[in-house]
């Protein structure tokens, strides 16, 4: 039986699960009546959405002229944040399949998952989709791809993933065009793991492609980076439903039951041997590395333990979630947690809820920033109460992207505008046949957090699409932006910001304490400071408080005594008064914009 291992590139939107389902119907992978839209989809937010979150292995049967070819497809997220899996997932194929909206044309983030796959000497195999649409532009289309890849308009595939057209083609160009595995080089067991889930009877579950030897039920199998043994306890394939077989030889994809309930084992990209097998771990393994930082807290505090045990479950299917424990003031106890970007830290947030029926409280999202002490010490410090004040001698280093933006030409001013606004700016530029540009740009990663992606949709009528990398390291132009009420600090309220905004920053985050803040006995001052000095000031009126109206009648002289004594008391509280924030103004002012 011959082997086809290939994989999906394709923007969000851009049909990619529609088509997997009509493969699997052709194929009779799935049954007509077990038949439903993005099968491949297993969570409830993937379909809400419309949009990959988990990698999901399929295992397909194709017939050619009486000969059975076993068609592996592993259908991956296309979002940036996941571009490590996606990197290891391609790692597990020899092709892929290249799907551009015909409608729409090429979009930024099919752009670098496709440099992953070229640099991975991966076959490409151009498809355009939904060429059923009245305004599908599949000439236009195709004229971009041609040159994107350097190939022929024959290479091309027409597909419709809504009609089931062109599917059968699409299926016996797979069979020509992608090459099967290679041979083992070696007969010691290498597999490596592309992605993973967490069962309660079973423990984890590693999904996986072998490269070398052989695995079946009952072998002692080690990870290569945790050092971890275990027994498997079962081996199969997914189809899409999984399925027990005897074993898994070279070139196969498919799972291996572990029965480990411990986070931190498993971990994409790790490779799986044999225990008493020596031989070398398949190359690329690196750990998973947080960008974005949040707190979370319960708000309720009796929910703290479901809290911790909710994150655990979570990092059992997904290592690359890092968190610890942490304390607030006000808040309570909660979790410092790592995510790999925004749509990473949604989506977990999002789980968190709806799995687990909590309700919770997350702050605004900060980045780690490189700090170089004056006695050489070097430390990552991504919580704004431990960074550096104003005058020390400190070298601070901030993360930068490099990133590619695809929109049409008439907006390129808008996005000129919105760039410096970001302190981003482009590198080099290239203009499409059909009139779009594609920006190539650089920014730091704090900014890009800054609403960035939302502020770019805005300024083009959601025509531009964005992909961007982590870049290097690089001199920081950040300051401590410090909130005072009542003339003390407030850590909680304390962040980092670029020195360019940061007496927009200043006044916008005192005129929401301003309005958040419930009046006191006393005028209160609410002010930001920045660099040692007051950038911003707001004055909160005192409360007024009628102390004569128990009063009737009589001499005046009673009134004026009453109301000398609130003026002194004022007085007095106005130099000696504490001012007790409470804890819905924490929540209104640390919560995530």
Same mark, same amino acid.
């Given at each position: 039986?011959?082997?086809?291992?290939?994989?999906?590139?394709?923007?969000?939107?851009?049909?990619?699960?529609?088509?997997?389902?009509?493969?699997?119907?052709?194929?009779?992978?799935?049954?007509?009546?077990?038949?439903?839209?993005?099968?491949?989809?297993?969570?409830?937010?993937?379909?809400?959405?419309?949009?990959?979150?988990?990698?999901?292995?399929?295992?397909?049967?194709?017939?050619?002229?009486?000969?059975?070819?076993?068609?592996?497809?592993?259908?991956?997220?296309?979002?940036?944040?996941?571009?490590?899996?996606?990197?290891?997932?391609?790692?597990?194929?020899?092709?892929?399949?290249?799907?551009?909206?015909?409608?729409?044309?090429?979009?930024?983030?099919?752009?670098?998952?496709?440099?992953?796959?070229?640099?991975?000497?991966?076959?490409?195999?151009?498809?355009?989709?939904?060429?059923?649409?009245?305004?599908?532009?599949?000439?236009?289309?195709?004229?971009?791809?041609?040159?994107?890849?350097?190939?022929?308009?024959?290479?091309?595939?027409?597909?419709?993933?809504?009609?089931?057209?062109?599917?059968?083609?699409?299926?016996?160009?797979?069979?020509?065009?992608?090459?099967?595995? @290679?041979?083992?080089?070696?007969?010691?067991?290498?597999?490596?793991?592309?992605?993973?889930?967490?069962?309660?009877?079973?423990?984890?579950?590693?999904?996986?492609?072998?490269?070398?030897?052989?695995?079946?039920?009952?072998?002692?199998?080690?990870?290569?980076?945790?050092?971890?043994?275990?027994?498997?306890?079962?081996?199969?394939?997914?189809?899409?439903?999984?399925?027990?077989?005897?074993?898994?030889?070279?070139?196969?994809?498919?799972?291996?039951?572990?029965?480990?309930?411990?986070?931190?084992?498993?971990?994409?990209?790790?490779?799986?041997?044999?225990?008493?097998?020596?031989?070398?771990?398949?190359?690329?393994?690196?750990?998973?590395?947080?960008?974005?930082?949040?707190?979370?807290?319960?708000?309720?505090?009796?929910?703290?333990?479901?809290?911790?045990?909710?994150?655990?479950?979570?990092?059992?299917?997904?290592?690359?979630?890092?968190?610890?424990?942490?304390?607030?003031?006000?808040?309570?106890?909660?979790?410092?947690?790592?995510?790999?970007?925004?749509?990473?830290?949604?989506?977990?947030?999002?789980?968190?809820?709806?799995?687990?029926?909590?309700?919770?409280?997350?702050?605004?999202?900060?980045?780690?920033?490189?700090?170089?002490?004056?006695?050489?010490?070097?430390?990552?410090?991504?919580?704004?109460?431990?960074?550096?004040?104003?005058?020390?001698?400190?070298?601070?280093?901030?993360?930068?992207?490099?990133?590619?933006?695809?929109?049409?030409?008439?907006?390129?001013?808008?996005?000129?505008?919105?760039?410096?606004?970001?302190?981003?700016?482009?590198?080099?530029?290239?203009?499409?046949?059909?009139? @779009?540009?594609?920006?190539?740009?650089?920014?730091?990663?704090?900014?890009?957090?800054?609403?960035?992606?939302? @502020?770019?949709?805005?300024?083009?009528?959601?025509?531009?699409?964005?992909?961007?990398?982590?870049?290097?390291?690089?001199?920081?132009?950040?300051?401590?932006?410090?909130?005072?009420?009542?003339?003390?600090?407030?850590?909680?309220?304390?962040?980092?910001?670029?020195?360019?905004?940061?007496?927009?920053?200043?006044?916008?985050?005192?005129?929401?304490?301003?309005?958040?803040?419930?009046?006191?006995?006393?005028?209160?001052?609410?002010?930001?400071?920045?660099?040692?000095?007051?950038?911003?000031?707001?004055?909160?009126?005192?409360?007024?408080?009628?102390?004569?109206?128990?009063?009737?009648?009589?001499?005046?002289?009673?009134?004026?005594?009453?109301?000398?004594?609130?003026?002194?008391?004022?007085?007095?509280?106005?130099?000696?008064?504490?001012?007790?924030?409470?804890?819905?103004?924490?929540?209104?002012?640390?919560?995530?914009?």
């Amino acid at each position: 039986m011959q082997i086809r291992n290939f994989s999906i590139i394709a923007h969000i939107d851009h049909g990619k699960s529609t088509l997997a389902d009509r493969m699997l119907e052709v194929t009779k992978t799935v049954e007509t009546r077990k038949m439903k839209e993005q099968v491949l989809d297993s969570m409830d937010l993937e379909r809400e959405r419309g949009i990959t979150i988990k990698m999901q292995p399929v295992r397909m049967e194709y017939f050619y002229e009486g000969e059975k070819f076993e068609f592996n497809l592993i259908d991956t997220p296309g979002h940036i944040d996941f571009s490590y899996e996606v990197s290891r997932a391609l790692k597990a194929v020899e092709g892929v399949l290249l799907l551009i909206d015909s409608t729409q044309g090429i979009q930024a983030q099919t752009l670098t998952t496709l440099q992953m796959a070229k640099d991975l000497g991966l076959t490409i195999i151009p498809v355009l989709t939904k060429t059923d649409v009245d305004h599908s532009r599949p000439d236009e289309v195709g004229e971009e791809v041609m040159r994107l890849l350097d190939c022929t308009k024959e290479d091309m595939l027409l597909v419709s993933g809504k009609t089931g057209a062109g599917v059968p083609e699409l299926l016996e160009a797979i069979r020509l065009r992608i090459p099967p595995p @290679r041979p083992s080089s070696q007969e010691a067991y290498r597999g490596l793991i592309f992605d993973f889930q967490y069962s309660n009877h079973r423990g984890i579950i590693v999904f996986l492609r072998v490269f070398d030897g052989e695995v079946k039920k009952g072998d002692v199998l080690k990870f290569a980076a945790s050092k971890r043994t275990f027994t498997a306890l079962e081996v199969g394939i997914v189809k899409p439903e999984e399925m027990p077989v005897e074993s898994l030889s070279a070139g196969e994809i498919g799972y291996v039951v572990t029965g480990i309930k411990e986070p931190g084992v498993a971990g994409v990209g790790d490779t799986l041997m044999k225990d008493k097998e020596s031989s070398e771990p398949l190359s690329g393994y690196q750990q998973a590395r947080p960008v974005v930082w949040s707190s979370i807290f319960p708000e309720n505090q009796d929910d703290f333990t479901q809290l911790r045990q909710a994150l655990d479950r979570l990092q059992l299917s997904d290592s690359s979630l890092s968190y610890e424990e942490e304390s607030s003031g006000v808040l309570g106890r909660g979790f410092r947690c790592g995510f790999l970007g925004m749509l990473h830290m949604e989506i977990i947030t999002e789980r968190l809820r709806r799995e687990f029926n909590l309700e919770i409280i997350i702050t605004s999202p900060s980045i780690s920033y490189e700090v170089t002490w004056p006695d050489g010490k070097v430390e990552s410090i991504y919580a704004a109460n431990r960074f550096p004040e104003h005058g020390s001698n400190v070298t601070v280093r901030e993360p930068w992207i490099l990133g590619q933006i695809i929109l049409p030409g008439e907006y390129i001013g808008n996005i000129m505008t919105l760039l410096y606004e970001h302190e981003g700016s482009v590198i080099d530029t290239e203009v499409f046949s059909d009139g @779009r540009t594609l920006l190539s740009i650089e920014m730091p990663l704090r900014e890009l957090m800054r609403g960035f992606f939302d @502020r770019l949709k805005n300024a083009s009528s959601g025509y531009a699409s964005l992909s961007y990398e982590i870049a290097e390291l690089r001199d920081a132009t950040v300051t401590k932006l410090d909130v005072l009420v009542a003339e003390d600090i407030v850590p909680a309220f304390s962040r980092v910001v670029g020195v360019m905004r940061a007496e927009t920053d200043a006044k916008a985050i005192t005129e929401k304490l301003y309005n958040t803040l419930p009046r006191q006995q006393f005028p209160v001052k609410v002010q930001a400071k920045i660099m040692g000095k007051i950038i911003a000031t707001k004055k909160i009126s005192a409360v007024r408080k009628d102390v004569t109206a128990h009063l009737y009648g009589g001499d005046v002289s009673r009134k004026n005594k009453l109301r000398d004594k609130q003026k002194k008391g004022k007085a007095k509280a106005l130099e000696y008064g504490k001012v007790h924030i409470p804890s819905e103004v924490f929540m209104k002012m640390m919560k995530g914009d």
